[in-house]
């Protein structure tokens, strides 16, 4: 093979390569927002079906968690 026949060669599979990778990460990135989407849905059930009762619920999660690392901002 020509040396110009290789490089190119070369940078086609570095191409795929790359391409697999993208793939992937998309892939894995799709099945986290995937599964946050259900476990957010599960969190709307269990609070009746409200929204904002589940947003409330993160907030005081957050703030418990916040007070518990010793953050001095956890209670504003």
């Given at each position: 093979?020509?040396?110009?026949?290789?490089?190119?060669?070369?940078?086609?599979?570095?191409?795929?390569?790359?391409?697999?990778?993208?793939?992937?990460?998309?892939?894995?990135?799709?099945?986290?927002?995937?599964?946050?989407?259900?476990?957010?849905?599960?969190?709307?059930?269990?609070?009746?079906?409200?929204?904002?009762?589940?947003?409330?619920?993160?907030?005081?999660?957050?703030?418990?968690?916040?007070?518990?690392?010793?953050n001095?901002?956890?209670?504003?």
């Amino acid at each position: 093979m020509s040396k110009e026949l290789l490089e190119r060669t070369d940078i086609m599979y570095t191409d795929f390569i790359a391409q697999v990778a993208i793939q992937q990460h998309e892939n894995e990135l799709t099945e986290r927002l995937e599964r946050r989407r259900v476990a957010a849905e599960r969190a709307v059930v269990e609070h009746g079906g409200e929204r904002l009762a589940v947003i409330a619920h993160l907030a005081r999660q957050a703030r418990a968690t916040r007070a518990a690392a010793g953050n001095p901002h956890a209670a504003h």
